[in-house]
C-alpha cells in the first residue's frame, strides 16, 4: 500500500461538501434554533443549573458561608473515599478500553460482510442488548451471574465459582460491571461506527484495494483514521456514563444481602452522604470532584481525537 491511497484518503476526509450543498445547507439553517431550542432549554433546567447548584454547595458550609476546601477535605479523608474511587477507575479503565477495541473491530468486522441479511442480522442481534433499560439488565444478569441458574453455569462451576455470592465478590467487580455495560451500551455504537464506515468515499476504498492493500491495512491506515471524530465522541459519551456508576452496584448490593457494599462506587457515597448523613454539601463536593475528573480526561479524548476540528473548504 502506497502513500499514494493515505494521502487520497486524507484529502477526502479534509475535503468540504459540493457547493451546492453548502447552498442547500445555508438555506436550512433558519431551522436549527428551533429544532435545538428543545434540547437546550431541557439541558440548561436539568443539567447546567444543577451542577451550578452543586459547585455552590460543595464550596459553602451547611450554613452556606463560603467554605473552599472543608467539604473537599472531608470526603477526600473519608475511609471510603479512596477504594470507591479505585473501584470506578479500574471499571472506567477496562469500559473503555473494551469499547475502543472491540466496537470498531466489530463494525469494521460487520462492514466487510457483503451478504446484506447477515450484515443486518449482526447489527440487529449487537442492538438488541441496548433496548433493555439498566436497571432491567442488571437484573437479567442476576440470573446469569448464578452459576445454580445461569444458562452458562457450566462455566461459572469451570471457573471455581459455586455460588452468586463468589461470583460477585467485590475484587473481581469492575470486571463483571464492564462486561454488563459493553453487552448492554456497546451496540448502539456498533451501529454507529458501522453508519460512519458507510461514509467512506467507495473510490478511496477501491482505490486501496487496487493498490494491494490487504484488509487490515485498509482497516489501520484508513478506515480507523477517518473513524477517529467518531471514536473520540464514543469515548467523551462513554466517560461520562461510566462515571456515574450507581444502579449496578446497588442492585447486587439488595441482591447479595451487602456482599457488594453499598458504597461501592462513588455515586453511591455521595448518596450515601445526601441521604443517609443528610450531608448535602458532601455529596456535592463528590459530584464535583467526578465532573472535574470526566473533563479532564475528555478533553483528551477531544483534543486527540480532533472532535471539533473543521474541514478545509
Given at each position: 500500500m502506497t502513500d499514494t491511497t493515505i494521502a487520497l484518503a486524507a484529502g477526502s476526509a479534509l475535503r468540504g461538501r459540493p457547493r451546492g450543498r453548502r447552498t442547500s445547507r445555508r438555506r436550512d439553517s433558519r431551522f436549527g434554533p428551533v429544532i435545538v431550542a428543545p434540547y437546550v432549554i431541557l439541558t440548561i433546567l436539568f443539567g447546567i443549573l444543577p451542577a451550578l447548584y452543586a459547585i455552590y454547595l460543595a464550596f459553602t458550609d451547611a450554613n452556606g458561608a463560603f467554605a473552599p476546601a472543608a467539604n473537599f477535605a472531608?470526603?477526600?479523608?473519608?475511609?471510603?473515599?479512596?477504594?470507591?474511587?479505585?473501584?470506578?477507575?479500574?471499571?472506567?479503565?477496562?469500559?473503555?478500553?473494551?469499547?475502543?477495541?472491540?466496537?470498531?473491530?466489530?463494525?469494521?468486522?460487520?462492514?466487510?460482510?457483503?451478504?446484506?441479511?447477515?450484515?443486518?442480522?449482526?447489527?440487529?442481534?449487537?442492538?438488541?442488548?441496548?433496548?433493555?433499560?439498566?436497571?432491567?439488565?442488571?437484573?437479567?444478569?442476576?440470573?446469569?451471574?448464578?452459576?445454580?441458574?445461569?444458562?452458562?453455569?457450566?462455566?461459572?462451576?469451570?471457573?471455581?465459582?459455586?455460588?452468586?455470592?463468589?461470583?460477585?465478590?467485590?475484587?473481581?467487580?469492575?470486571?463483571?460491571?464492564a462486561i454488563i455495560a459493553f453487552w448492554t451500551g456497546a451496540g448502539g455504537w456498533i451501529v454507529v461506527m458501522y453508519g460512519a464506515l458507510n461514509n467512506i468515499p467507495v473510490e478511496i476504498m477501491e482505490a486501496a484495494r487496487i493498490d494491494g492493500a490487504d484488509r487490515v491495512q485498509v482497516a489501520f491506515r484508513i478506515q480507523i483514521p477517518l473513524l477517529r471524530k467518531w471514536i473520540?465522541?464514543?469515548?467523551?459519551?462513554?466517560?461520562?456514563?461510566?462515571?456515574?456508576?450507581?444502579?449496578?452496584?446497588?442492585?447486587?448490593?439488595?441482591?447479595?444481602?451487602?456482599?457488594?457494599?453499598?458504597?461501592?462506587?462513588?455515586?453511591?457515597?455521595?448518596?450515601?452522604?445526601?441521604?443517609?448523613?443528610?450531608?448535602?454539601?458532601?455529596?456535592?463536593?463528590?459530584?464535583?470532584?467526578?465532573?472535574?475528573?470526566?473533563?479532564?480526561?475528555?478533553?483528551?479524548?477531544?483534543?486527540?481525537?480532533?472532535?471539533?476540528?473543521?474541514?478545509?473548504?
Open positions: 472531608k470526603v477526600i479523608g473519608d475511609y471510603r473515599f479512596w477504594p470507591a474511587t479505585l473501584h470506578v477507575a479500574l471499571y472506567l479503565l477496562i469500559w473503555l478500553v473494551a469499547l475502543l477495541v472491540l466496537v470498531v473491530f466489530l463494525a469494521i468486522t460487520i462492514h466487510s460482510v457483503a451478504i446484506r441479511w447477515v450484515n443486518s442480522s449482526f447489527r440487529l442481534l449487537f442492538y438488541l442488548p441496548g433496548a433493555l433499560a439498566g436497571a432491567s439488565s442488571v437484573m437479567l444478569w442476576l440470573f446469569v451471574l448464578d452459576p445454580g441458574a445461569s444458562p452458562v453455569g457450566w462455566l461459572l462451576h469451570a471457573m471455581g465459582f459455586s455460588s452468586f455470592h463468589d461470583v460477585i465478590q467485590p475484587d473481581g467487580l469492575p470486571l463483571i460491571f473520540a465522541y464514543m469515548g467523551v459519551l462513554s466517560l461520562g456514563a461510566g462515571t456515574q456508576l450507581f444502579v449496578e452496584p446497588s442492585l447486587l448490593s439488595q441482591a447479595s444481602n451487602a456482599v457488594v457494599p453499598n458504597d461501592y462506587s462513588l455515586n453511591q457515597l455521595a448518596y450515601q452522604y445526601a441521604f443517609d448523613l443528610n450531608d448535602f454539601n458532601g455529596s456535592a463536593a463528590i459530584s464535583v470532584l467526578l465532573l472535574v475528573v470526566a473533563l479532564i480526561l475528555s478533553a483528551v479524548f477531544v483534543l486527540r481525537g480532533g472532535l471539533f476540528d473543521t474541514e478545509d473548504a
